[in-house]
Nanobody, 115 residues
Framework: QVQLVESGGGLVQAGGSLRLSCAPS????????MGWYRQAPGKQRELVAA???????NYADSVKGRFTASRDNAKNTVYLQMNSLKPEDTAVYYC?????????WGQGTQVTVSS
């Protein structure tokens, strides 16, 4: 069973930065893509950023220019660098991994941005 271990959430003031990490139990090369979703209270889960095995990325419009997804193959870890955080970025962030038609999810990490 694939496990995705997340870390890096927390409380930060508006304008601050956080970096989320996600390390899968298997090789990151075994997944077609990995990424981050978030879910705020009362809202649907939404895609924040994704990165493919080849390093291609895509982002939600709301985070473009502020968030950066990256991968460190040697550490078998993907990251989400979040800068210029806004209160509306407050949510539980979930790591996601896709292997063909199967998706795996992390346990989620809380990000809270105070105004």
């Amino acid at each position: 069973q694939v496990q995705l271990v997340e870390s890096g959430g927390g409380l930060v003031q508006a304008g601050g930065s956080l970096r989320l990490s996600c390390a899968p139990s298997g090789s990151i090369f075994s997944f077609n893509a990995m990424g981050w979703y978030r879910q705020a209270p009362g809202k649907q889960r939404e895609l924040v950023a994704a990165i493919t095995t080849g390093g291609s990325t895509n982002y939600a419009d709301s985070v473009k220019g502020r968030f950066t997804a990256s991968r460190d193959n040697a550490k078998n870890t993907v990251y989400l660098q979040m800068n210029s955080l806004k209160p509306e970025d407050t949510a539980v962030y979930y790591c996601n991994a896709k292997r063909f038609n199967v998706e795996y999810w992390g346990q989620g990490t809380q990000v809270t941005v105070s105004s």
